[in-house]
């Protein structure tokens, strides 16, 4: 089993920065994702960015040169930093640890990040 604790979302004016932390717990993997993706009322939950457990990144295209993904293996822990936000960063943002090896996807409660303008 996994748990994952996010923190660090919140309100924040256009063009502000705001940084979303998700530690995991439980088990470990050797090959892993972990990532984050938002989801607003009415759409379906998108990918925002993830990363390896070895550093390879991807991002969404709407997110590019913004936002920033990385992890700290030993803490279990992945960060986004998102910088110059825009009032359609405004979601509820989950993070996501993927094990393809075993086909398992383990998600976190969900923290909302408001972006006014």
């Known amino acids: 089993q996994v748990q994952l604790v996010e923190s660090g979302g919140g309100m924040v004016q256009a063009g502000g920065s705001l940084r979303l932390s998700c530690a995991a717990s439980?088990?470990?993997?050797?090959?892993?994702?972990m990532g984050w993706y938002r989801q607003v009322p009415g759409k379906q939950r998108e990918l925002v960015a993830r990363?390896?457990?070895?550093?390879?990144?991807n991002y969404a295209d709407s997110v590019k040169g913004r936002f920033t993904i990385s992890r700290d293996n030993a803490k279990r822990t992945v960060y986004l930093q998102m910088n110059s936000l825009k009032p359609e960063d405004t979601a509820v943002y989950y993070c996501?640890?993927?094990?393809?090896?075993?086909?398992?996807?383990?998600w976190g409660k969900g923290t909302l990040v408001t972006v006014s303008s």
């Open positions: 996501n640890l993927n094990v393809p090896n075993i086909g398992m996807d383990y």
């Open positions: 990363i390896t457990n070895g550093g390879t990144t």
């Open positions: 439980g088990s470990i993997f050797a090959i892993d994702f």
